[in-house]
Structure formats: C-alpha cells, structure tokens
C-alpha cells in the first residue's frame, strides 16, 4: 500500500459564538427582532458574534497499519478534528482523503433505546455504528460474550445496571471492523476491570493491522496503545512522532500552561463576593510547578478576587476528581478547622498537601467558596493539575498500577 | 485493502455519492422504523390499538361534521365511506409530517455522534407512518364489508394517491424540520399546520361541496387547490368510489403540482442545510 491512509490539508473548522446568546439554539423570533433593531441603531459594535478557530490550518498523514494517539488539553481540537473525519461535522477549510471504510466511536452507546431489550439494542447499535444484519448476527454470540449480559438478554436496557449498559455498548463497537477506527475517550466508564478489557480489545483490534485513532486523556493508554501520536495545541498540530517522543513534548508543555486562569469562566454560581481567578501549583519555597508529584509536597494556590467588604467568615472547599470523575477527596477548610474569620484585602490562597498522596494521572477539581453563609462562587470542574509518579514510601517501591488511586501511610509490625 | 473506498471531505463537498450513501444506509433506515415501531407498542398499553382507534374517532367526527353542514354524498354512497377515504390519508399526512418535522430535534443525539445520510431520518419516519395507514385501509376494508359496497377498477390507482399523500408531507415536513434545527420556533407551527389543514382539507366535506358550488367566488376555489392535500384526498375518494367522486382536473393539477414544487424545496433546502445540522443542533 503506497500513500497515506488519511491525509489532512490545511483542515480548518470555525465555530461561531454567540455571547448574548443563553439558549443554545436559535429562535427565528430573535433573528428577527435583532434585525430589525439593527436597522434603527446602525452601529456595527454591538455585534454578539465572533469567529473561533477550533482547528487552524491543520496538516498530517496517517499511515495504514498505524495507531495514532492524538492528545491535548481540553478545548484543542481534539473532538472535533474526529468529528471531521466521521463527517459528522463540515469542515471550513481545507480537505481530508480517506482510504478506506471509517468507523467512529464517539460515545458509548448512541442510539441505545432504554425501552428495548439488549438484543435489540444490539442490532439497532451495531446498524447506527454502520454494521450490516448479517454482520451483527455473525458476531451476536460474541458480542453478548464479551459485555457478558447473556442472561440479561430479553430485559429491557433502562432495567440494566450502568456497569451492564456500558459494557454492552462498547461490546458492540468493539466489534466493528472498519478499515479505521476513529475512537473518543470512551474508556472512561466502567469499572477498573472492564476497562482493561476494552483496553485489550482495542489493542486486539489495533493489531489485527486495522489504523486506529485514539483520542484520550489517560496517556498510560495512548502510551499502551499508540505507535505514534499527535499533539494539538489550539488547534494547531504541535507535533507528531513517535508516542513516547510527543507524550514528553506534551507533558512539558503543559507544565508551563498549569498556570490557570480562572477570571473568565462563565459557569459560576453565587453571589460572587469572592471569586477564584487563578489557579497554579507550587512546591514548598513558592516555585512554580508544573505537575505534582506522588510524596512530594504540594502547594495549590489560588488568586482571589474580592467583590465586597466585610468578608467575614469565609470558608473555603476543594473537591479532587480522579480522570474517571470520580471524587476522591475534599479539602476544606472547614474541616480542618481553619474557617478565616476575615479575608478583606487577601489575593491569595494556599492549600499546602504535605506529601501527596495521589497516585500519578489527571486530576481534576471544584472550588466553592462561602462568606457570612452565602454561597460566593462554586465552580464545578474549575481546572485540573497532573501528578508525576514518585517515590511516596521512599522505599523506591510503590504499589502495582492497579491497585488503587492513592497512598497511605502505614507500617507493619510482627509480635 | 482491495477495494477501493475514497471519501474526500472539503467544505460543502458534502457526499460526492449522498444517493449511493443513502441507499447503502437503507438497513438503518428500515431499523430505526422498526425501533420507533417497537418502542411505540412496548409503551402504550394499547398498542396496536393505536393505529386504529384515532382513525376511527377522527372519521366519527368528521362524519357529524359533514352530516350536520349537509355536505354533499352521491345516492347510494353512505357518507361514513366517504368520510374514511379522507381520513385515511389526511391522517397519514398529519403523524407523517409532524413526525418527519420533529425527526431530527428528536435524534439529535445520533446527528452528532454518528455519520449518516441526514435524510434517513426523516424517511424512516415516513416509513412508520405509511405502516400505520396501512393498519387504518384496514378500517376502510371492514367498512365497506359491511355496507356490502364494492371499489370499481379505479381502486388500482391507489398507491399512485397514496405515494401523492407521502410526496406532500415528506415535502413540507423536510423543510420544517431542517429549518426547526435552526430556529426552534418552527415547532410550534407544526400543531397548528395540522390542525388549520384539517378545516381546508376535504375531509369532512368534499370538493365538489366547493368546485360546485357557484356562490363561492372564482379566486377562493383556486386559492383552495393550493391546498396540497386535496389533490391526494380527491385521488383517494376517485380511486374508491370512481365518476361518483369525479377529480377536479385544474384543482387537482393545482394542488399536485404545489405537493411537488413543496418536495423539490424540501429535498433542496434540506441537502444545502444538512452540513451544518451537527453544529447548530
């Protein structure tokens, strides 16, 4: 086979905003009345649009045969340069040559019906996902192996567990065979065991010689799965090569990006008395961190703004999610008994963690922040921080990958 | 890797084969009937039911109507079957259409996370609502059973009226439901379509109750035949009851030609609007 599998030129996609709007789609009503304000104020600054490159200018060949990870920061392109290629979403620039039957998994189930049963969702999955009749009833037996639902078969899914019904949609599309695959983060479900399975399945189906496009943020995958990756950055292709080569690229990257800036996040609640607008991690001395890092000491600052006076009785809260959205634990402190009687004229907060206990991995967090027993400002998903592995024991040892998410100190003793 | 398979996506490119495509994707198609199908009679406790006992009221009512307003019937005819030639089709036009206008709002889901052939969707709608109507001819049969009352050779021409009917609701409901993606409002002009087209439709009435009737003024009867359903009603009652319900030929072309033009937009504005559904659902 000579020549590119996939070959993108100069792709580029424009997404349009609109700040005034609330809703997330039009009314003709609106189009209408703000046309017609606009004919009687004719000034052109009001305009409550402006243009968004989610792709710029964007360039790569993809080998047959290869296993591409693409990764990124959230918002750089990542979803959508997949939703160019499945076609799902037209592109504004630029061109892709496919060669070959694409397959996309963009979301664990889609189409999934609650009301049918499992063996009809499982026809009426593998149709939307592009399979002919005759190839679901080929794999049938195989599918319902793998998601292992046999006797689950004749119920209908809205009676499933959310461990079942993910396992048998991603059984499903683990059993397309397309020439490529294109698949979105959808290992983030299920549970710890499921997920090695999908793992291995994908692994399976990448090595059958089939080209696999792999989107996620759990590089130990994309480093377990991936012969090459991609690494977008607003966008824009920053590199591509090797996994290993890219992975180091992106981690240093996003190390001088773990600076947050938080001001202009629109999804806040409260009264805004005070409000997070920045966020970045420290060691001990104050020197700007890029990651964490497993027993070292953490610093989480955060830079404050205050809208008001008095601030009395100001409490603050830091919920930590794992990659799987999973909350691990709650910093607050109000727990820890330190509720600041008074915080006028402060801009910054700390949060120190002597000796992190996280395991290496993405993590994200929510702030909320009350004053005088208001709410102030909550916001939910505010940023994330990565941690590095490191030596927590000190003993050079640390515990196999999947036996939990964090560390806790302990010692042994025979008597 | 023998055979070759290229796709070449550009902006505005769309599909270079969208008819290849579309008919490549009929196994979807036929299953998401099936799922609107199934999930319709797994929900309602009455089920099949359904399909029969709306028909029924509707032609109940429509029968009074027309009973009580002294709508014209030929001798010999009983009005009930009059009546229910009309409602069959006016039905299949009013769940077909506001189904086919809500068919992409309701699969948003599946708009943005998988390609297809937009136009599946709306077709597979159809496709649920020209099964119910065939449940309803049944209603038809049984009734002209047991007014003993026979169809003459007209009765072949039919599936021509029955294809007029889902020409005239696909063609209109293409266009409302590309434009309810856009502009949201475009809902609530749906229930309202349905229900003002039942008052001008001759469903209750019929158009000789207006062709013949010389106190209504020349441009009203035209204005009438743009009516796009009453070229199908009109054929479903010819092909029933034969020259006792002879077809209005300039209301008829009027009317058909109208159902047309309504398709060739629909499929039109529909194609040129299809790129940007995932990006505006």
């Known amino acids: 086979m000579s020549g590119p599998i996939i070959r993108v030129e100069g792709l580029g996609k424009r997404f349009t905003l609109h700040h005034k709007q609330r809703e997330r789609y039009t009314a003709l009503r609106d189009v209408l009345s703000e046309r017609a304000r606009s004919l009687f104020r004719p000034d052109k600054s009001q305009a409550s649009t402006s243009d968004f490159w989610a792709l710029k200018d964007l360039s790569f060949d993809i080998q047959a045969g290869d296993r591409v990870g693409i990764i990124g920061r959230n918002g750089a392109g990542k979803s959508t340069l997949l939703k160019v290629l499945s076609r799902i979403v037209d592109p504004t620039k630029g061109r892709v040559t496919i ?51 046999e006797r689950f078969l004749d119920t209908p899914v809205k009676r499933y567990s959310s461990g079942m019904y993910v396992r048998l949609a991603f ?53 377990n799965l991936c012969s090459t990756a991609i690494y977008l950055k607003q966008g824009q ?73 008095p601030l009395r009785d100001v409490k603050v809260a830091m919920g930590i999610d794992d990659q799987y959205g999973q909350r691990i634990t709650h910093l607050s402190n109000e727990v820890a008994g330190q509720v600041f009687a008074q915080a006028d004229g402060m801009k910054r907060l700390s949060i120190r963690v002597p000796r992190c206990p996280l395991r290496n991995g993405n993590y994200t967090f929510t702030l909320f922040s009350s004053v005088n027993g208001e709410i102030a400002d909550y916001l939910l998903n505010a940023g994330g921080f990565h941690v590095e592995s490191g030596d927590y024991f000190g003993t050079g040892r640390t515990p196999a990958e999947d036996q939990g998410t964090f560390f806790v100190d302990h010692s042994f003793n025979l008597s | 890797m023998t055979a070759k398979h290229r796709v070449v996506i550009e902006p505005g490119s769309g599909s270079q084969n969208y008819w290849g495509d579309l008919w490549q994707y009929r196994g979807l198609l036929l299953f998401l009937a099936w799922r609107d199908l ?15 006992v709306r028909p029924l009221l509707t032609i109940g009512a429509m029968w009074f109507i027309g009973w009580l307003f002294g709508s014209n019937v030929p001798e010999g005819t009983p009005r009930i079957l009059i009546v229910c030639a009309a409602t069959l089709p006016w039905q299949f036009f009013a769940t077909s259409f506001s189904e086919t206008a809500n068919s ?44 003993a009352y026979l169809p003459g050779p007209e009765v072949v021409l039919l599936p021509v009226f029955i294809l007029l009917t889902l020409v005239s609701s696909l063609g209109a409901g293409l266009l409302i439901a590309a434009l ?28 000789q109750d207006v062709f013949g009737n010389p106190d209504i003024p020349e441009a009203l009867k035209y204005l009438y035949a743009c009516n796009p359903m009453v070229a199908a009603v009109d054929g479903f009652r010819y092909a029933l009851f034969g020259a006792s319900q002879p077809i209005h030929w300039v209301g008829f072309g009027i009317s058909s030609c109208i159902s047309l033009v309504l398709l060739i937009i629909g499929i039109v504005y529909f194609r040129r609007t299809e790129r940007g559904f995932a990006d505006t659902i």
């Not at chain 1, 009426?124 to 195989?142: H, Q, V, Y």
């Not at chain 2, 797994?42 to 399909?51: C, E, F, H, M, R």
Request: contains cysteine.
């Open chain 1, 237 to 309: 292709l920053i590199t591509q090569g090797a996994t290993a080569d890219v992975l180091t690229a992106y981690l240093k990257d996003t190390g001088s990006a773990a600076r947050m800036d938080l001001s202009e996040r629109p999804d806040r609640q409260g009264n805004g008395a005070i409000r997070f607008t920045g966020f970045y991690l420290s060691d001990e001395d104050g020197r700007e961190l890029a990651a964490a890092q497993s027993g070292a000491t953490v610093v989480f600052n955060f830079d404050i703004e205050a809208r008001s006076a």
């Open chain 1, 171 to 223: 059984a499903v599309a683990a059993h397309l065979e397309p020439e490529i695959l294109v698949v979105d983060e959808v290992l983030a479900v299920g549970d710890a065991e499921f997920q090695r399975k999908c793992l291995g399945k994908m692994k399976e189906v990448a090595m059958g010689g089939r080209t696999v496009l792999f989107v996620s943020h759990n590089m130990a995958a994309i480093q």
């Open chain 2, 180 to 207: 309810n993606v856009k502009y949201r409002d475009f809902r609530y002009l749906i229930p309202f379509i349905v229900q003002f087209g039942l008052y001008v439709t001759p469903v209750a009435f019929t158009s």
């Open chain 1, 99 to 149: 060669e070959g039957r694409l397959a996309s998994l963009l979301e664990v189930g889609t189409g999934f019906h609650p009301e049918l049963s499992g063996r009809e969702n499982i026809y009426l999955n593998g149709a939307i996902l592009g399979m002919s009749r005759k190839e679901i009833t080929a794999k049938f037996d195989e599918i319902v192996a793998f998601a292992d639902v």
């Open chain 2, 104 to 147: 992409l709002v309701a699969n948003s889901n599946l708009l943005t996370k998988v390609y297809f052939p937009r136009l599946i969707l709306p077709f597979s709608t159809v496709l649920v609502s020209a099964i119910d109507l065939l449940v309803a001819l049944l209603i038809m049969v049984v009734l002209m059973a047991f007014y």
């Open chain 2, 38 to 52: 199934a999930v319709r009679y797994k929900q309602t406790t009455i089920g099949v039911l359904w399909a029969v």
